[in-house]
């Protein structure tokens, strides 16, 4: 859940945490593979974005709450303090600290006035997306498309990395 978006409660925090630590275990499996088969960097550069995006918002969920106390607006939280922390393990909220005040102009129509990018995020929710957006970008670089070539003459097939052109 990134850009400040909320899932269902406490149900949902833990439901959220343990999909966040299965897909590290995922992607962490994925990325070793990755790089004991020498894949392209720029594959292994963004599996790498997207995990440590993810860990990062893993331990904030996971010592937040039992590090800090409630904090909103016009309260700011304190470290250790004599109540102890306001959530549970795996219950804290993921700091969301970056936030960017732009509205359309007002003379736009139906978007003048209104804020060009609304949500608050972090580095972590940052990393993410950069990872994901390297990978559908260049995703044809990444992951070449293979065919299948049949040698006629000796009735074997061999695959082979088509260009960066379509073919037509």
Not at 61 to 72: H, M, P, R, T, V
Not at 151 to 163: Q, R, V
């Amino acid at each position: 859940m990134a850009f400040g978006m909320q899932f269902g409660g406490l149900t949902g925090k833990i439901i959220l945490s343990v999909i966040r630590i299965i897909a590290v275990t995922a992607i962490g499996y994925i990325l070793v593979k990755a790089i004991r088969k020498k894949e392209k960097k720029l594959l292994i550069f963004s599996l790498c974005l997207i995990m440590a995006g993810a860990i990062g918002n893993i331990i904030d969920s996971a010592f937040y709450g039992l590090i800090f106390s409630q904090s909103d607006f016009l309260i700011v939280a304190q470290a250790f303090s004599e109540g102890g922390g306001y959530a549970g393990f795996l219950q804290g909220k993921v700091v969301d600290m970056l936030y960017f005040d732009v509205n359309w102009p007002l003379w736009l129509p139906w978007l003048g006035g209104s804020k060009i990018f609304p949500p608050i995020f972090n580095l972590a929710d940052s990393s993410i997306t950069v990872g994901v957006l390297i990978l559908l970008i260049f995703y044809h670089r990444i992951f070449p498309k293979k065919d299948k070539i049949e040698d006629t003459a000796k009735g074997e097939i061999h695959e082979s990395e088509t260009p960066e052109v379509e073919k037509i």
